[in-house]
């Protein structure tokens, strides 16, 4: 059997081995929530929770145009960038729990609705000039585990709004 | 007792062959080129500058960058960092330099990837990548296949012979993958117990994903998603068999023949994460590289230049000096004993 060159060499990977294993091990039986995980290692909880199967529900934001009447359109990742629609979600979600800054929740919309335009302005996405920004909760009703329309809500409710 | 020190004895073999059993560096090198190669062609677009203008209200550290006292970068930082990244990962592929430029690929890329959640936690796809680059930047993966490889041969320095180096990354590798796959199957347990095969739960996460304003990302692969969810049945089935194999999973380990349906069922199944669910999960699915048998894959094809790559091979003299024990049998290129 072949031993690794040199008991340096031998101590690091000894090590290397024993940290990731140990890291996993330990990730895995405390089991923290997403926020407080070592990353890189997890306990992979992600998709873990049992649903009922008779709602789907989702954080939402939407832009206003500035056209008259003014359109709602859903602000997707690539209105968003750099972020991605639910990494955002989780961000903004966050900010309504902690509540310990006042108006924390109104500054991640400005900067979202600021990003926006200064990127459609770079030319850096063809979406439509905007003059607010809107956080919805959207719930679509299950039958028979599908919903009756995929595109159009049952229910609908606005959490938080700003405009220019 | 004796029984008891013999069956230590036996661990004690088994662990050393498990981790550190000679293997040409070939496997290796493959793995290396496809991993690096991948993850640069994934991200080589990727503008992580942006995130230096993003408000200062989203900026939540991970326990990584808190311990290291990491502030929020500017973006001229991140254009720096991204293009040290950038640079790193083709030259490890390349094997130019490779010791130097995988450790510059982990450090940079955990320090972006990384950066990533500090916005924001979703996804463990990200994860992989880093600790695959961590192990590699650790190891002698740039020992063949390289132009590290081809300078040493052009100065006369024989080819690397098989060696324990070339075994325990790959090793590491599953590892990690069971612990990935392990750790998701006890979490589904923990927070949902056996309901979560049993229930509509794989059912309704479907027909989140096939909901264009509910789904969690992008669009999926494919829009099956209703109509999978429509057959209860069927999602039982499934979600049934995703626990079965996530639990499963550290058997492919060590039982040979239970590897060979593990590893391609893990890898089924996250192929219809990525076509149902999540469609930027296929980062993971890189990783599945250090599952192949490359030279096992290679031999099977014809090629002219493996006689005389065997014979320069089984003449080189051994990287690490213990290997070339007079107990040890010598080697192929192909890194099986030599009658």
Known sequence: MSRLSGPWRRAVVYVVIATIVAASVLAIVRDPPLANEPWPFSAYRLYAQANTGRYVSRHRLFGVTREDPPREIPLVDEYLQPFEHLRFTYALLR???????EGALEEGLRDVLSRYEARRRAGKHDGPALRGVRLYHLRWRLVERVPQNRDVPDERRLLFEISE | MTGVSESLRALGRGWRRFWFEPQSPTNLAVCRILFYGTVFLIFVRRDFSEWGGVSGVFWRPIPLFRSLHLGQPSSELLHVVQAVWKVSLA????????????????LSGTYLLGLLFTFGRYGHANSIIVLVMGILALSRCGDALSVDRYI??????????????????IRLVWVVFAFVFFGGGV???????????????LAVYVVQAA??????????????????ARHAWLCRAIAAGTLVIELGYPLALFVRSLRRIIVPAGFLMQLGIT???LPDFNQFLIAYVFWVPWERVAGRMPHRGS??????????????????SPAQPTYSGNGRPRP
């Open chain 2, 187 to 201: 979490a589904k347990l923990r927070h949902a117990g056996l309901a979560w095969a049993m229930s509509d739960t």
């Open chain 1, 95 to 101: 900010l309504r729990r902690e509540k310990r800054r």
């Open chain 2, 211 to 228: 909901i264009p304003l509910a789904r969690p990302a992008g669009p999926p692969l494919t829009d099956w998603g209703f109509w999978i």
């Open chain 2, 91 to 106: 030259a490890s592929c390349l094997g130019v330099l490779t010791r130097f430029f995988g450790a510059a690929a982990f």
């Open chain 2, 152 to 169: 040493r041969s052009r100065r006369g320095e024989p080819a690397p012979a098989p060696d324990a180096e070339y075994r325990w990354p």
């Open chain 2, 275 to 277: 076509a149902l669910i």
């Open chain 2, 307 to 324: 006689a005389r790559e065997a014979k320069r091979s089984s003449g080189g003299v051994p990287l690490a000096e213990s290997v070339a």
